[in-house]
């Protein structure tokens, strides 16, 4: 405070005072009959005055800042608290809105698929960065019923098949992977197929249906869904097909489908965990019902 008198700001408020001071002395000397003197001495003071009246508007807001600063402090912080409790209540409700969004759909997919029991929601925690297939870490596991060889599924359809598990985490292998074979056929036509994914394809965002006849009436658009298999229920939404094309030997045909969920955009999702396949499927497709899930140690 006392540095405040020493500064310039200081001087120039006195020495303005001083200069308002003379005049109302010379107002008064003159009675103040003088309008042409009186005019004349406004005019000249005018910017004067309003000069001074700036810089005592700021003087007072710097002294104001001073002496109130711990004051205005304390009211920031009570501020910035505030803002961080609505900023958490705003997170908790979006947290609230995301469960039951997931718990709608898992009741969708029980009352879809009453005969199959459902993991709780799965959530993707980590994702495979030199996985050009998009392979991806959830976090439920052999605690929650899960098992190798268990599909995960969305409400859109088929993810992958889970490949590695620990009590408390899985990983995903998606459609993506080569390693991946999906018996699948046309919702339109009933044409069959088999679905793999590669390399190429992954790159973007694509996987392929082979061994179709090529009498086989499908074209852009017909809907893919899932034959059954050991580790895929039947009738599960794989994509849709997005064109048709002969293969080099003439003998076949095959499409490009655009799978119903793109891995890198999967947050959530559910593992079936005690599917087994049906006896009727198992007949057409030539597989054993005592089949053992399909295990793997690592992803390409």
């Known amino acids: 405070m006392k540095e405040f008198f020493h500064t310039i700001k200081f001087k120039i408020i006195i020495a303005l005072t001083a200069v308002m001071i003379g005049a109302m002395i010379y107002s008064v000397t003159t009675g103040g009959y003088s309008s042409g003197s009186g005019y004349l001495f406004e005019v000249i003071f005018e910017p004067v005055r309003s000069l ?16 109130n600063a711990e004051k205005y402090y304390n009211e920031n912080q009570q501020l910035k608290a505030q803002l961080n409790a609505l900023y958490n209540d705003v997170i908790d409700y979006d947290k609230v809105l995301e469960e039951n969004r997931e718990l709608r759909v898992m009741l969708e997919l029980k009352e879809e698929y009453s005969e199959y029991r459902f993991s709780p929601p799965c ?6 960065t030199n996985d050009p297939y998009g392979s991806f870490t959830i976090d439920k596991g052999a605690k929650d019923g899960i098992a190798p060889g268990d599909p995960a599924v969305t409400e859109s359809g088929i993810v992958g098949v ?4 620990s009590p408390s985490t899985s990983k995903v292998r998606t459609l993506y992977s080569p390693k991946t074979a999906v018996g699948v056929y046309t919702v339109r036509s009933k044409t ?5 994914g590669g390399y190429d394809l992954a ?5 392929r249906m082979s061994y179709i006849s090529k009498e086989s009436d499908i074209s852009a658009g017909d809907v893919i869904v899932t034959s059954g298999s050991t580790n895929y229920p039947a009738g599960q939404l794989v994509g849709t097909v997005e064109s048709v094309s002969m293969e080099q030997n003439g003998l076949s045909k095959y499409a490009i489908i655009i799978p119903a969920e793109a891995p890198g955009t999967i947050s ?3 593992v079936i965990t005690d599917y087994v396949l049906d006896e009727v499927t198992a007949i057409k497709t030539g597989q054993q019902t005592e089949a053992a899930p399909e295990t793997e140690g690592a992803e390409q």
């Open 203 to 207: 790159a973007n965002g694509r996987i």
């Open 123 to 128: 959530n993707v925690i980590a994702r495979t």
């Open 52 to 67: 001074s009246s700036r810089i005592s508007e700021k003087v007072s807001i710097s002294l104001d800042m001073i002496i």
């Open 268 to 270: 959530t999702l559910f």
């Open 162 to 165: 889970c490949f590695e598990v």
């Open 192 to 196: 069959e197929g088999i679905v793999e």
